[in-house]
């Protein structure tokens, strides 16, 4: 996925029930996929996420977070760190997939954030972060330009 691109729409079951990227249109979307719930790089990505949900929602943003994990793992993930926000389970890795992040190994998605306009295209790619947290404040500050 490139920038300028229309983002794939997806369907998908979440940590709050299914969800359709494209019911998004007319949002600023932040789509960011992460290795593994529970391991201590997505624990502090989605703390900072759900630490900024407010700032986002101010900037007509949702955010998504996508892993290879199941529906189970994704709801408990998302309750103990209190994400108001969807966590998809893709398990298949369909959507890692249509997306590019699909790590080496071929059994998680690389932690990579796409930033979708309000018209569902790819405004901006974050990789490449020093820390797992700053996918956040960087989405964040484009979405503020």
Known sequence: MEVGQ??????????????????????????????????????????????????????????????ADSVSSVKKFAEKYGANFPLVADKEK??????????EKGTSAQRVTFIIDESGKVKSVLKNLKKAEDHADKALAIISQ
């Not at 369909?94 to 790590?103: A, C, P, Q, R």
Request: charged share 20%; aromatic share 14%.
């Open 6 to 67: 229309d983002a794939p729409d997806f369907e998908a079951e979440s940590s709050i029930g299914k969800i359709k990227l494209s019911s998004y249109k007319g949002k600023n979307v932040i789509l960011y996929f992460y290795p593994k719930a529970f391991t201590s790089g997505c624990t502090r990505e989605l703390q900072r996420f759900v630490e900024l949900y407010n700032q986002f929602s101010s900037k007509n943003s949702i955010i998504i977070g996508v892993s």
């Open 94 to 103: 369909k959507i890692i997939n249509e997306y590019g992040v699909l790590s």
